[in-house]
């Protein structure tokens, strides 16, 4: 094996037949090479550990499984460089280039990498732990499945960058440039992306849970079905982003820019979404249970069969937003703009309205049980056919111009027992199959009202067991594991009153949803007022009961998290 150790650069003349001297597998360990012109050269397999590289030509060069652990390669050129599967834990490559090197499942861990050129180098399946990249540049950089855990990549350039399937938790990625880069499935929990530019990035599916995101822009990024519970957002900009699907759990999203987002089918409980701007998003059927949207700006929001329970909208601006069919029980809108907004078949049942103004808004067929409307301005505000007013309410709202219409008394008679020679009401009949069909409709909704609270409860349970796995790593001491077991044996109780919740609520609506299909007319009008809001209040104590079995799950993770 040929041995190159403390060589100066004078005294190595690189003819042809010096660069023999290089034979792939070559021992030249601690060997002084900085500056020579070795393109091209041929250093398969070579030991070059702790050699001194600095300035070093190895444009071309092949390395495959060479061995350049704690090497100096300061400033090299190692462009088009083949070094798959190479050592080059510890080694110093700043400011270095290797545009278009060959990197994949090399092991880089701990290197620096600080300022150097990576553009459209392939690193897949490169382990680079604890490594150094800050200001590096690594646009269009290969890095699929690559491991990244506890890397440094502040102000990085990873435009374009192929980072799907990456591990980068606990990443330092402040004020890196990723426009557009892919990053479908990466994890990136606990990991650092204040200031980050990820407009237009391909984010589905990833995990950011824990993640701060302070200040990172995400305008126009595709977040669908990813996981960003618990994560730092605060005057983020996430306008006409993709995150439906999402899940935003315990998110701080204080004076975020949400203008446009499309968040239809995403979790958003417990969020913080004070003075947020969501003009214009659309939150099909969003969870948004216990957020608080004090202040935010929600004009012209589409929020159909949303799911919005307990969440507090003082002070916000909701003119011309659609609630179709949503549920909004217990929740807060003193001092609100409501002007213009649209409650129709709305499940408002304990809602504050102090103070707020629905000049303008339609109430039609909202179950109005037990809200508050004190010193609210209801021009022209329609409250038509609502469950849960009495007709002290309805003459009251109409002395403050409201358009006031009680539910129709015709629901209430037996179409199917009417005397003889009375002519058919077909007109009330109809009537009433429509009601019934109405009716049917927002029981099945409220139905998955409860399934989504108990989707959420399972969902907290579940990460819940992932946090205990995860800290049992990491902890010994008698007096923690201990708390461990006693949260452990919390959360395999909670899983199986989960499972039993479930059975019992598909019994309960197969029950009811049969019990609509087979009433007589007059059967159906009399359940229509008597039954119905009592069993739209039973459903809403089985989601209340569910929102404290999360917040009881929510606090053992909290209290995991502490220990």
């Known amino acids: 094996m040929n041995e190159i150790q403390n060589v100066p650069v004078e005294n190595i003349l690189l003819t042809s ?39 070093v030509n190895l444009q071309g060069a092949q390395l495959q499984g060479a061995n350049l652990g704690g090497a100096n390669l300061t400033g090299a050129n190692l462009n088009g460089a083949l070094l798959e599967r190479a050592d080059l834990s510890g080694t110093i490559l700043q400011q270095a280039t290797l545009y278009a090197a060959q990197l994949n499942n090399a092991v880089l861990r701990g290197v620096n990498f600080r300022q150097a050129i990576l553009t459209k180098a392939n690193l897949r399946g490169s382990d680079l732990h604890h490594a150094d990249l800050c200001n590096a540049s690594l646009c269009d950089a290969k890095l699929r499945q690559v491991n990244l855990v506890n890397a440094l990549l502040q102000n990085a350039d990873l435009k374009g960058a192929f980072l799907s399937g ?13 426009r557009a880069a892919q990053l479908r499935g990466a994890i990136l929990r606990r990991s650092s992306l204040k200031r980050a530019n990820l407009s237009h990035a391909q984010l589905t599916g990833v995990s950011l849970r824990g993640a701060d995101l302070e200040h990172a822009i995400l305008s126009g990024a595709n977040l669908s079905h990813a996981n960003l519970s618990c994560t730092q957002l605060q005057n983020a ?16 999203l204080s004076s975020a820019n949400l203008q446009g987002a499309n968040l239809s089918g995403a979790r958003l409980i417990f969020v913080d979404l004070t003075r947020a701007n969501l003009q214009d998003a659309i939150l099909l059927r969003v969870n948004l249970s216990d957020a608080n949207l004090q202040e935010a700006n929600l004009s012209h929001t589409r929020l159909n069969r949303a799911y919005l329970v307990g969440a507090n909208f003082t002070k916000a601006n909701l003119s011309h937003a659609d609630w179709i069919g949503a549920n909004l029980l217990r929740a807060n809108f003193r001092f609100a703009n409501l002007e213009n907004a649209m409650f129709k078949r709305s499940y408002m049942s304990d809602v504050n309205l102090q103070h707020s103004d629905l000049s303008g808004a339609d109430l039609n067929g909202a179950d109005l049980s ?43 008679r037996d179409l199917s027992s009417r005397p003889d ?37 399972q969902e907290a349970i579940e990460l819940l067991e992932t946090a205990l796995e995860w800290e049992y790593r990491d902890r010994s001491s008698a007096s923690a594991l201990s708390q461990y077991d006693k949260i452990q044996n919390m959360a395999l109780a909670f899983k199986k009153n989960c499972a039993l919740f479930k059975t019992q609520l598909n019994v309960y609506r197969d029950e009811t949803l049969h019990l609509i299909d087979t009433m007589t007319n007059g059967e159906l009008g009399n359940w229509i007022t008597a039954e119905f809001p009592l069993e739209l209040d039973n459903l809403h104590e089985q989601i209340l009961k569910l929102k404290a079995y999360i917040q009881l799950t929510h606090d053992l993770w909290i209290q995991l998290n502490q220990l």
């Open 17 to 55: 037949l010096e660069r023999r001297r290089f034979q792939p597998y070559g021992n030249y360990i601690g060997a002084d090479l900085r500056h020579l012109d070795l393109q091209e050269i041929d250093l398969r397999g070579a030991v070059l550990i702790h050699a001194q590289l600095q300035g």
């Open 166 to 178: 990456a591990d980068l938790s606990g990443t330092d990625l402040s004020g890196a440039d990723l």
């Open 237 to 252: 900009d996430l306008s006409n982003a993709d995150l439906s699907g999402i899940n935003l759990s315990g998110a701080n």
């Open 370 to 412: 037990g809200i508050l409307l004190e010193e609210a301005i209801v021009t022209e505000t329609k409250f038509w056919e609502n469950l849960g007013f009495s007709d002290a309410n309805r003459t009251a709202l109409q002395d403050r111009g409201a358009s006031v219409i009680p539910c129709a008394p015709r629901f209430n």
């Open 421 to 457: 020679g009375e002519q058919f009401d077909s007109e009330a009949f109809s009537e009433m199959r429509r009601r019934a069909d109405e009716i049917r409709g927002d029981l099945n909704y409220r139905f998955l009202d409860v399934e989504e609270g108990l989707g959420n409860w």
